[in-house]
C-alpha cells in the first residue's frame, strides 16, 4: 500500500533539524577590549598657594593738613621725606588780613568792656536802668566770643606737625592762594607703625578673616621678611578696578621702612591642613563649582564617576574640597570615552 503524502512529515522533517541546530553550542558574546587611559595621582597643595596679593608700605596714620582760611602760603618748613616731630612747624600763611581781623576784634572786646562798666556805675547813681546795664552786659560777652573766635583763627595761620612722623607729600608752593581747607601737606604718623595696603579679587577676599597672618617681602629689602596681621577689609569693590582692599600691621624692625616700596604679600589661608589638587584635564561638566572625575581603582582597573566640588585654580591644577582623596587615580586622557564601570588599560608612563 503506498503511504499517502501531506504536511505532517515536512513538519517531522522540520522538527528534526531544529532539534539538531539546538544541540549545537551559541556563540559567546563578544567582550569589549579595555580602554587605553592615562591617570594622575591625587596630589596635595597648601591653601596659601596662589593666595597673594602686590601692595605698597605707608605710616599707620595720614592726615591731610591743610589751613582753615583761604589765603596765601607764605612758607612751608619741611620738605615731603623729611622727618618731624609733634608740634613742629610745618607750613605758615601770610596772616595780615587775620592779625587786622584780630585787633580789630580785641578793640571792640575793650570797648565793650569800658561801656559795661561804665553802665554799672551810673546804675550806682540811679542815672541808668537796670535794662541798659544788662544790653551792655550782653554786648560784652558778645565782643569777648568773637575775639575768641579771631584769637583761634590767628592760631591757624600755621600749620603744626599733629604727631611725630614722615612728610608724605607736598601740595602747594610758596606763594600759593589756596581755598579754606585746601590740603597743603601729607603726614604719615611713624608712632603708630607701618602698613601695607593692598587689594584682591573677590574669590580671594571671601577667604580673608581679620587677624589672619601674613609675611611680607619688599622688593627694597630681598634680605628681611616681615611678619603682618590683617587688621582691615574692604565692605566694597574699588569702582575703578573691581578689587578689595586690604590692610595689615606690619611687625618687627621697621627702621628702614619708608612710605611707598613695593610689598609682596602671602597670606596664610583660612586652614592650615594640605589640600588635594588634581590636573585640570581631570575635569568632566566642569561648572559652577562642581565637576565630575574618573576614578581607577588600583585592582581591577574599573573607573568610576565620581562628582567632586572645585575650589581655587592653581595654575594647571584646581583644588578639591569634596570628592576625591590624596593617593587616588583620576582619568587626564581618555576619559571622553568611557561609561561609569568600563574597564581600562592604564598606559605606561601615565
Known amino acids: 500500500m503506498k503511504p499517502r503524502s501531506g504536511p505532517l512529515p515536512a513538519l517531522l522533517a522540520a522538527a528534526t533539524l531544529l532539534a539538531a541546530g539546538c544541540g549545537r553550542d551559541a556563540p559567546a558574546p563578544v567582550t569589549p577590549a579595555p580602554a587605553p587611559v592615562r591617570v594622575a595621582t591625587v596630589a596635595t597643595a597648601l591653601p596659601a598657594d596662589g593666595l597673594r596679593a602686590i601692595g605698597y608700605v605707608a605710616p599707620a596714620f595720614e592726615v591731610r593738613l591743610a589751613f582753615k ?12 621725606g623729611e622727618r618731624v616731630r609733634r608740634g613742629q612747624l610745618l607750613a605758615s600763611q601770610a596772616d595780615d588780613e587775620l592779625a587786622a581781623a584780630l585787633a580789630q576784634a580785641r578793640a571792640r572786646a575793650d570797648q565793650a568792656a569800658r561801656d559795661h562798666e561804665r553802665g554799672q556805675s551810673l546804675l550806682a547813681d540811679e542815672v541808668a536802668t537796670r535794662e541798659q546795664v544788662e544790653n551792655l552786659a550782653t554786648a560784652l560777652a558778645v565782643a569777648e566770643a568773637a575775639l575768641r573766635a579771631a584769637e583761634f583763627n590767628a592760631r591757624h595761620a600755621s600749620i603744626e606737625a599733629p604727631a611725630d612722623g614722615l612728610v608724605l607729600q607736598q601740595l602747594a608752593e610758596p606763594g600759593e592762594l589756596v ?3 585746601q590740603p597743603v601737606l601729607i603726614v604719615g604718623s611713624t608712632a603708630a607703625g607701618w602698613i601695607v595696603r593692598a587689594a584682591l579679587p573677590d574669590r ?15 622688593d627694597a629689602l630681598p634680605d628681611q621678611e616681615f611678619s603682618a596681621t590683617v587688621t582691615e577689609i574692604a565692605a566694597a569693590a574699588d569702582p575703578a578696578t573691581g578689587t578689595y582692599a586690604i590692610e595689615l600691621a606690619l611687625a618687627g624692625d621697621t627702621a628702614r621702612l619708608v612710605q611707598g616700596l613695593v610689598a609682596r604679600v602671602t597670606l596664610a589661608g583660612p586652614q592650615s591642613e594640605p589640600v588635594p589638587v588634581v590636573p585640570v584635564t581631570a575635569l568632566l561638566e566642569a561648572g559652577g563649582g562642581v565637576a565630575t572625575v574618573f576614578v581607577v581603582s588600583a585592582g581591577d582597573a574599573i573607573a568610576r564617576r565620581v562628582p567632586i566640588r572645585l575650589g581655587r585654580l592653581l595654575g594647571e591644577q584646581v583644588e578639591v574640597r569634596d570628592g576625591l582623596r590624596p593617593g587616588e587615580r583620576v582619568v587626564t ?18
Open 69 to 80: 582760611h583761604s589765603g596765601i602760603v607764605r612758607a612751608l618748613h619741611a620738605a615731603p
Open 204 to 218: 580671594d577676599v571671601v577667604r580673608v578673616a581679620i587677624g589672619m597672618a601674613a609675611t611680607v617681602a619688599l
Open 333 to 350: 586622557e581618555g576619559a571622553a570615552w568611557l561609561n561609569d564601570g568600563a574597564r581600562v588599560r592604564v598606559l605606561d608612563g601615565s
Open 179 to 181: 581755598a579754606a581747607g
